[in-house]
């Protein structure tokens, strides 16, 4: 068959690679001049430091599947995340653990203290959390909160976290030990060369024909047997119901000599500083040794018609708009929508890598079955 994927990030990337192994003519289009999407890497030119261009990337899975394909692809090398924030004047580990909590009470605590105590200053009289605040009220109390999560939060998303519901913060934001690791999962690791690198692997097939710097409009449909579509969902319709709501990030580059701030990343709780964080890029390599180095401040605001969409933000209005997209994606036949655009969902890089793998699995059926492959393989709703 003839395949157009729309996207060379992980889902068209890992999507075009399956159909080109299984025999398939493959077109992928991209509107940037690189591959790799949202994860793309890229060497600074004048400190030689390899940046996370749309934001810091760390690879973190559990799916063995997912680990041995990006190790098919790249050499990944040992990384253990860890965040630090900057608060009332203070800098404090994250996430929430027993040192920050004997840190910001200038306590000693031992476990079984630190529970007790936020047991005490914790509002039990908040039975079924609503909202993030409640949330967030009912588990940590008020002291934390404010010097941890509310801040951060209402800057993140532009709206009071009595506005968010109370699944934005799903599991209890507090550790009673003191392992501040960011990410629990059995694989974790940062690849040696960059994302852009490993997608350029996955995407060397003879059988794929990339094409960078090209948009795809509908008509383009027509000449291909199939599409899998990782752009805006909103988009493909040219936005007939309305644009569905997303945040978008501004970065403010600067550069250094030496270490700025001594982390990856560090956050920034307090409501009067205007960004949300600030990522210095040469720790996500710590074996590469370089003199110079690049950091980002973060900082988050409504996506406007122009601007890149990252963090969907899924609320009720958004939901209903969503619904009615759907609707219309379920009508319309030979196309395929998905990865985190595609289907307006947050999406960690394994769980894109996961969902491309299936959807291609799942056409390669349909196609041997002589089955219409659906409008999503992932419902988004
Ligand atoms: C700030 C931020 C930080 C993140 N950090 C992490 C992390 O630490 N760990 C993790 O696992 N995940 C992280 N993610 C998630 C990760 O970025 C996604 O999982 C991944 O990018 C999804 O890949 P994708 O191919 O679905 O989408 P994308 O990477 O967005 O790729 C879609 C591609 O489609 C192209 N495109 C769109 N419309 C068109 C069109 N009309 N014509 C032609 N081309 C088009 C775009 O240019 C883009 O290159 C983060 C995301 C964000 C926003």
Redesign the pocket.
């Known amino acids: 068959m003839n395949l157009l994927m ?7 990337a890992v999507i075009g690679r399956m159909m080109a192994e299984a025999g398939h003519k493959v077109t992928i ?4 001049d690189h591959v790799a ?3 793309h890497t890229e060497r600074d030119a004048e400190t030689g430091v390899l940046v996370h261009i ?7 899975t559990d799916d063995a599947e997912v680990w041995e394909y990006v190790n098919r692809f790249e050499t990944f090398l040992p990384y253990n995340h860890r965040v630090k924030t900057t608060s009332q004047g203070q800098v404090f580990s994250l996430p929430i653990n027993l040192h920050t909590i004997n840190q910001y009470y200038g306590k000693t605590m031992r476990p079984d203290e630190a529970r007790a105590h936020i047991a005490e200053i914790a509002d039990t009289s908040i039975e079924t959390p609503q909202t993030f605040e409640e949330q967030a009220l009912r588990f940590v109390g008020p002291d934390l909160y404010e010097a941890f999560l509310k801040g951060y939060t209402m800057k993140q998303w532009g709206v009071s976290p009595t506005d968010l519901p109370a699944s934005i913060l799903k599991r209890l934001p507090v550790r009673f030990n003191y392992d501040d690791h960011y990410f629990f999962h059995q694989f974790k690791g940062m690849p040696q060369d960059g994302y852009t690198a490993m997608v350029e692997r996955i995407l060397d097939h003879p059988g794929i024909d990339l094409r960078l710097g ?3 409009s509908r008509e383009m449909a027509e000449r291909f047997d199939h599409v899998f579509y ?3 969902l909103d ?1 493909y319709f040219d936005y007939a119901l309305g644009r569905l709501g997303y945040r978008t ?1 501004d970065f403010e580059k600067f550069t250094e000599i030496g270490d700025y701030q001594g982390c990856a990343v560090m956050n920034y709780g307090d409501p009067d500083v205007p960004y949300t964080r600030i990522t210095e890029h040469k720790h996500f390599a710590p074996w590469e040794d370089h003199e110079g180095t690049v950091c980002y401040r973060e900082y988050s605001r409504a996506c406007g018609a122009d601007d890149i969409p ?2 969907p933000i899924r609320l009720m209005g958004e939901m209903e708009m969503l619904g009615r997209y759907v609707e219309h994606a379920n009508q319309e036949g030979g196309v395929t929508f ?4 595609g289907t307006y969902r947050y ?4 769980v ?1 890598i996961r969902e491309a793998l299936d959807t291609g699995r799942a056409f390669l059926k349909h196609a041997a079955d002589g089955t219409q492959m659906p409008a999503f393989s992932k419902p988004p709703l």
């Open positions: 729309v996207g060379a990030g992980l889902s068209g289009l991209d509107e940037r999407g949202n994860c749309y934001g810091p990337h760390i690879f973190h090209q948009r795809f990782s752009g805006p988009g990030l990252y963090y998905v990865g985190r655009l999406l960690d890089m394994d894109t």
